[in-house]
């Protein structure tokens, strides 16, 4: 069975930077399509980046990776902003199977 665990998330200033990771165990990482997702408190959750794509309010701020020897995708979030406070989740999807993890807490505040 597919698991995807995110780790990392915690309070940070303004500007300040946090690195989160999500492991995948039960399947061959590489196979998986994988991103990462956000929802702050009264929103929907929407897309934060995928290999492919970023959202327009993260970009030149985040950046995604992978490190396949370690199954693990990873987000860099420098820069941040108190709009940026949200719990963020970790997506994985193959063919017509799709994975959420339980998400970290990530809050931006002074």
């Known amino acids: 069975q597919v698991q995807l665990v995110e780790s990392g998330g915690g309070l940070v200033q303004p500007g300040g930077s946090l690195r989160l990771s999500c492991v995948l165990s039960?399947?061959?990482?590489?196979?998986?399509?994988m991103g990462w997702y956000r929802q702050a408190p009264g929103k929907q959750r929407e897309l934060v980046a995928t290999?492919?794509n970023y959202a327009d309010s993260v970009k030149g701020r985040f950046t995604i990776s992978r490190d396949t020897a370690k199954n693990t995708v990873y987000l860099q979030m420098n820069s941040l902003k108190p709009e940026d406070t949200a719990v963020y989740y970790c997506?994985?999807?193959?063919?017509?199977?799709?994975?959420w993890g339980r998400g970290t807490q990530v809050t931006v505040s002074s």
């Open positions: 997506y994985a999807r193959y063919a017509d199977e799709s994975y």
């Open positions: 290999y492919a």
């Open positions: 039960g399947s061959i990482f590489s196979r998986y399509a």
